[in-house]
């Protein structure tokens, strides 16, 4: 009989988050969730905890005694010229996407190391591997969360897999000021040659996929998921 598996999700209240949640907990999972608003997650039958990717306090006492897998959600959009991009905007941008990430991960790794079969997923950016312009803040610190990627899926193999997705303007949320209108929806779209934007709930399915036992042989990459924008050039 097999045993059910422990993920451990920070965020998660909404777009791509939320739908990875709801898709885990339909396949059996059992669902540890720390967010900024935890009854956003009420009623879902899950154990939820608060949590601020800012904050630095200790983390052990929330989360599980055994982990198979732990998604990092908290993001942020910064998108201003550089010039007028201040060091602590560099600084937030670093602390939500980086040190959060690090901080979680020290906590969550004895967990990590008593599964069989763990996993990580973290949230990268289109930006950080294509040059956009007023990116620089959120580009250089989704570059960090690549980079932690890339380390811990060497550093922990076999032991625990780590892996980032990359996406593209997504529709969620979080990007809710730039595509709050159908002309910003549609002009959004047409710079992607798939010439649309990206469905939370289907890059959740990729997410899903990397932190299942499916995805064993996988490890230390950062999957694109972003209409082709970052690697297709289309004429006409």
């Known amino acids: 009989m097999s045993t059910v598996r422990e993920i451990l999700v920070i965020g998660g209240n909404?777009?791509?988050?939320?739908?990875?949640?709801?898709?885990?907990?339909?396949?059996?999972?059992?669902?540890?969730?720390?967010?900024?608003?935890?009854?956003?997650?009420?009623?879902?039958?899950?154990?939820?905890?608060?949590?601020?990717?800012?904050?630095?306090?200790?983390?052990?006492?929330?989360l599980p005694e055994r982990l198979d897998g732990v998604l990092y959600c908290p993001g942020s959009i910064t998108l201003k010229p550089f010039h007028r991009t201040s060091e602590e905007d560099f600084l937030k941008d670093y602390r939500i996407n980086v040190l959060g990430a690090v901080r979680v991960l020290q906590a969550a790794l004895p967990a990590l190391?008593?599964?069989?079969?763990?996993?990580?997923?973290?949230?990268?950016?289109?930006?950080?591997?294509?040059?956009?312009?007023?990116?620089?803040?959120?580009?250089?610190?989704?570059a960090g969360v690549e980079g932690l990627a890339r380390s811990l899926a060497a550093e922990w193999a076999p032991r625990v897999r780590v892996n980032a997705v990359a996406p593209s303007l997504t529709d969620t949320p979080l990007a809710g000021n730039l595509i709050d209108t159908p002309e910003k929806r549609v002009a959004a779209g047409k710079r992607h040659p798939l010439g649309a934007l990206g469905d939370p709930e289907k890059i959740a399915q990729?997410?899903?996929?990397?932190?299942?036992?499916?995805?064993?042989?996988?490890?230390?990459?950062?999957?694109?998921?972003?209409?082709?924008?970052?690697?297709?050039?289309?004429f006409g």
């Open 206 to 234: 990729l997410v899903v996929f990397l932190l299942s036992p499916a995805a064993d042989f996988v490890t230390g990459q950062v999957i694109a998921v972003d209409g082709g924008i970052s690697g297709v050039r289309t």
């Open 14 to 62: 909404s777009g791509i988050g939320r739908s990875a949640v709801e898709q885990l907990l339909a396949r059996g999972n059992r669902i540890t969730a720390l967010c900024r608003n935890p009854g956003d997650l009420h009623g879902l039958g899950i154990e939820v905890h608060p949590f601020e990717a800012e904050d630095t306090g200790a983390l052990e006492t929330a």
């Open 113 to 142: 190391k008593k599964s069989d079969q763990a996993a990580v997923v973290l949230f990268s950016s289109v930006a950080a591997g294509t040059g956009m312009g007023f990116h620089s803040s959120i580009a250089t610190a989704k």
